[in-house]
């Protein structure tokens, strides 16, 4: 329904919040169509005609506009557009993309930010003593070297309990990832998975006042759970090192500089060691260097390991079995591709699905058994993004799940 009686809605406002999210109209009337039931979709035609002030929108259609461009409804009635920035640094982020980010990449950050905000409101507003492992590092320079980080992945190894017989407790990646985000969640650390662009970023890390640590990993990494856990591991070394709000893309400007290399080592270090990959690469008669490794004999290399192609670039390139730049290389190529190492299985039901996007961490913050009824029921249904009613259900689910 249209309203035509008086102009409550400013129009360049409505544009204004589509074009920060780089969607074009078109864009828009399709992921209306894939939202779910309770959103009125919304029809190219209509919203040129809002934005050029011609005819007025409705409440419902504000809010399905709400949803897809992740801003409060109150937005669409300002006299101008806000000064709105993402909390978050580029460092990294290669000059091509700064402000070029892909509308999925864009409103998954954003909610990012905002589930990282409502968390840290709720915690503070309930009283909770959350208790947190690491803290942010008040000095990083020692750890810009890679004799340092090797120290890091020693201390951190103790601290998550992981040593090369931990694998075989795995029977494959997904519960590898599931056991290495237990592990890093169990330090007092927010883990979401949502998903962004492959080819725009990997993962990002933040802290929230200095206090509470988040990560988010992205779901739709080009190697699935194996990709994920690298991402999760990179994320976990900003944090430790206090490089707050680092958008990694692993596509950065100078690639052997700034904090990426270290990170990318941390990951590599914490996942597998330099012997392990010899013993592996001798065992399949492949022990030499080589000038461009074939991804069959970075696959024949891994599997076994759990890990992703990435650990085994950066270690080759650091063993001297391959180029300086052969992990770089090798990224670009990869993320040229569709992402890979996909399906098979059981599906998940679609409380295990807002599990994996939530994390146990929030999990437990929002089902412990004295707090739920503290957060009213919409609050909870907006940042769950479900209906009310199952709202109950899912948190009595979650309950047994985290604890």
């Known amino acids: 329904m249209e309203m035509t009686t008086t102009n409550w809605v400013n129009n360049s406002v409505l544009k204004w919040a589509r074009e920060r999210l780089g969607l074009t109209v078109d864009e828009v009337e399709i992921i209306s169509l894939n939202l779910q039931k309770e959103y009125i979709p919304i029809k190219a035609d209509e919203l040129r005609k809002w934005e050029n002030g011609i005819v007025q929108p409705d409440l419902e259609q504000l809010e399905t506009l709400s949803e897809i461009y992740v801003c409060p409804v109150g937005y669409f009635f300002l006299d101008e557009p806000p000064q709105e920035t993402l909390a978050l640094s580029f460092r990294g982020l290669a000059p091509e993309k700064r402000g070029k980010l892909k509308p999925l990449s864009q409103q998954t950050l954003r909610r990012f930010l905002q589930l990282a905000e409502w968390t840290v409101f709720t915690i503070e507003k309930l009283g909770i003593d959350w208790q947190v492992s690491i803290k942010p590092a008040e000095e990083t320079l020692s750890l810009r070297d890679m004799s340092a980080v090797n120290l890091l992945v020693e201390q951190e190894r103790k601290r998550l309990s992981f040593s090369p017989s931990t694998r075989n407790s795995w029977a494959d990646p997904n519960q590898a990832f599931l056991w290495w985000r237990k592990r890093i969640e169990e330090q007092g650390i927010f883990c979401f ?211």
């Not at 962004?196 to 990560?215: C, N, V």
């Not at 650091?318 to 992402?339: G, H, I, S, T, V």
């Open 193 to 403: 998975q949502m998903k962004l662009e492959p080819d725009d970023i990997r993962g990002t890390a933040k802290w929230m006042q200095s206090r509470y640590p988040f990560i988010l990993v992205n779901h739709q990494d080009v190697e699935s759970a194996t990709g994920r856990i690298f991402t999760l591991l990179h994320e976990y070394y900003h944090l430790l090192t206090a490089e707050e709000g680092i958008i990694c893309d692993f596509r950065g400007l100078h690639p052997h500089e700034g904090p990426e290399p270290f990170a990318n080592r941390f990951a590599a270090g914490m996942l597998v060691s330099q012997e392990e990959v010899e013993g592996r690469l001798r065992e399949i008669g492949k022990f030499g260097r080589m000038e461009s490794w074939p991804d069959q004999v970075l696959d024949e290399v891994r599997q076994p390991l759990f890990v992703s192609r990435d650990v085994i670039a950066i270690t080759l390139q650091e063993m001297n079995l391959a180029p300086r730049d052969f992990y770089q290389k090798k990224r670009l190529q990869w993320e040229k591709r569709r992402p890979w190492g996909r399906g098979g299985g059981r599906r998940s039901t679609k409380k295990e699905l807002k599990l994996r996007e939530i994390g146990f961490s929030l999990a437990r913050v929002l089902s412990l058994p004295e707090k739920k009824t503290s957060v009213p029921l919409d609050d909870l249904s907006y940042v769950l993004d479900m209906k009310i009613e199952k709202v109950p259900e899912f948190l009595n689910w979650a309950e047994r799940e985290v604890h």
